[in-house]
C-alpha cells in the first residue's frame, strides 16, 4: 500500500508568485484534505475534495484553491504570495468523507517566501 | 484560529516514566482526535474518541474525553526516547463535520 505523497519538499518563491503544491493520495482513499503549518503552531484546515468536488473549505482567502483528478491526486494553487504564506503544507487523505475517520498525511512541503 | 488548546506546551520526562497531555476545545465536537509529529513533518494519527465516549485505549495509550468540561488527555505510559515529538489534539465540530481544527500542541521530549 502506497502512502501519501507530496511534491516538492521545499520550495522557495518570492512575494507576488504563483505557486502549485501536488499530492498523491494514499491508494483507495477518494478524500483529500490540505492544511497549513506555521512554524510553531497546529496545522490549519484550508480546504477539503472528495471525487474532484469542494467538499468544506476553512478561513482562507480565494487566492487559495485547489483541485482533485479522477484519480484523486489533488493540487494546491496559491495566488499573488505573501510572506506570511511561509509554512509547512500538508495534504492528508481518507477513504471517507469529511472528517470523523482517521487521517493519513504527507510529510508536507516547506514553502519559503522571501 | 485554534479550536484546541494543549497543555502544557513542553514536557520533558525521563524513560520510563509516563506523560500526560491535556487538551481543552471551546464548542461542541463529534469527535476528537490526537495524531504526533516529528520534527515539522507529517502528521501520524493515534487515536479518535467520538463523542459518546468516555476513554479508549491504544497500545500504550490512553484518551480520555469529557465533553461537560469541554476537555480530553493523553496518556502515555511507560514512554520512550522514541515518543520524543510534538502531540496535538483536533476536533471535528459538531454541524461542520469537514473542519478538522487542531490545537497548538505539546512538544515532548523523553531523555534516556
Known amino acids: 500500500e502506497t502512502g501519501v505523497t507530496q511534491s516538492p519538499t521545499h520550495l522557495i518563491k518570492t512575494r507576488g508568485q504563483q505557486v502549485t503544491l501536488r499530492c498523491s493520495s494514499q491508494?483507495?482513499?477518494?478524500?483529500v484534505s490540505w492544511y497549513q503549518q506555521a512554524l510553531g503552531q497546529g496545522p490549519q484546515f484550508i480546504f477539503q475534495y472528495y471525487r474532484e468536488e469542494e467538499n468544506g473549505r476553512g478561513n482562507f482567502p480565494p487566492r487559495f484553491s485547489g483541485l482533485q483528478f479522477p484519480n484523486y491526486s489533488s493540487e494546491l494553487n496559491v495566488n499573488a504570495l505573501e510572506l506570511d504564506d511561509s509554512a509547512l503544507y500538508l495534504c492528508?487523505?481518507?477513504?471517507?468523507?469529511?472528517?470523523?475517520?482517521?487521517?493519513?498525511f504527507g510529510p508536507g512541503t516547506r514553502l519559503t517566501v522571501t | 484560529s485554534q479550536q484546541g488548546e494543549e497543555d502544557p506546551q513542553a514536557l520533558s520526562i525521563q524513560e520510563g516514566e509516563n506523560a500526560t497531555m491535556n487538551c481543552s476545545y471551546k464548542t461542541s465536537i463529534n469527535n476528537l482526535q490526537w495524531y504526533r509529529q516529528n520534527s515539522g513533518r507529517g502528521l501520524v494519527h493515534l487515536i479518535l474518541i467520538r463523542s459518546n465516549e468516555r476513554e479508549k485505549h491504544s497500545g500504550r495509550l490512553r484518551v480520555t474525553l469529557d465533553t461537560s468540561k469541554k476537555s480530553s488527555s493523553l496518556l502515555i505510559t511507560a514512554s520512550r526516547a522514541a515518543d520524543t515529538a510534538s502531540y496535538f489534539c483536533a476536533t471535528a465540530i459538531s454541524g461542520s463535520a469537514r473542519q478538522l481544527t487542531f490545537g497548538s500542541g505539546t512538544q515532548l521530549t523523553v531523555l534516556p
Open positions: 491508494s483507495g482513499h477518494n478524500t
Open positions: 492528508a487523505s481518507s477513504d471517507r468523507r469529511g472528517l470523523d475517520y482517521e487521517q493519513y
